[in-house]
């Protein structure tokens, strides 16, 4: 079965220590790869694509096809990091399914 | 700005009722889809269509039906509303590069 999961519901962390959000895959054909962010009563919004191996506000995420993992990473947390983080994986006719989704909460 | 708008934030039905959820896009997007967000659970593709008058069913469609009568416009049907659909519903829409989200419709089953 294609599936995306994230082991972690709520991740807590101080300010200025590293973050890496956790993500796993199941796929048969070459996966791409997303996570996706949702702040505070916005809507739920594009963070980065494997494919682009960019850097979008410090995070990173690298595909790691032997460990079926894509985790999203930041050296230095901020406290507007603070969101709700899902990784997703693309299936056909473009369609996405998405994990559970993890809380990212940064202490002050 | 590229856009996903649904129609209402906040709605609140009584069981048994008929409840349509709409969902325009701007972007000339083939590809649209309902889900719902729960706590604990994510997102649940619920159904999606990759053109007019085409629809798949999703993960989760019982109780659920869908309408893309036009090309920016879906819309989701919840056939005889129930208490178990009180939910957060997400539309979004999808070229080929990235998923565009509607701000959700928070529906309420009474």
């Known amino acids: 079965a294609q599936r995306v999961t994230q082991p972690e519901k709520l991740l807590s962390v101080f300010k200025g220590a590293p973050v890496e959000l956790k993500c796993n895959y199941s796929?048969?054909?070459?996966?791409?790869l997303f996570w996706y962010v949702q702040y505070s009563r916005q809507r739920l919004q594009l963070l980065l694509r494997?494919?682009s191996r960019e850097s979008i506000k410090g995070f990173t995420a690298d595909l790691n096809k032997g460990e079926t993992s894509f985790h999203l990473k930041k050296p230095f947390a901020q406290e507007e990091d603070s969101a709700m983080y899902y990784c997703?994986?693309?299936?056909?006719?473009?369609?996405?399914?998405f994990g559970t989704g993890t809380k990212l909460q940064v202490i002050p | 700005d590229v856009k996903v708008t649904q129609s209402s934030r906040y709605l609140v039905k009584r069981t048994g009722e008929k409840v349509f959820l709409e969902c325009v896009q701007d972007?000339?997007?083939?590809?649209m889809f309902w889900y719902r967000q729960d706590p604990g659970l994510g997102l649940r593709l619920i159904y999606f269509?990759?053109?007019?008058?085409?629809?798949e069913k999703g993960d989760i469609p019982e109780g659920y039906s869908v309408s893309r009568e036009k090309k920016e416009r879906f819309s989701l049907i919840l056939e005889s509303a129930s208490t178990n659909q009180t939910s957060m519903y997400l539309c979004?829409?999808?070229?080929?590069?990235?998923?565009?989200f509607g701000q959700g419709t928070r529906l309420t089953v009474v």
């Open positions: 997703a994986l693309l299936l056909g006719y473009q369609k996405v399914t």
């Open positions: 796929y048969s054909g070459s996966p791409e």
């Open positions: 494997h494919i």
């Open positions: 972007m000339d997007h083939e590809n």
């Open positions: 269509s990759y053109d007019v008058k085409m629809k």
């Open positions: 979004a829409s999808n070229g080929n590069t990235e998923a565009f």
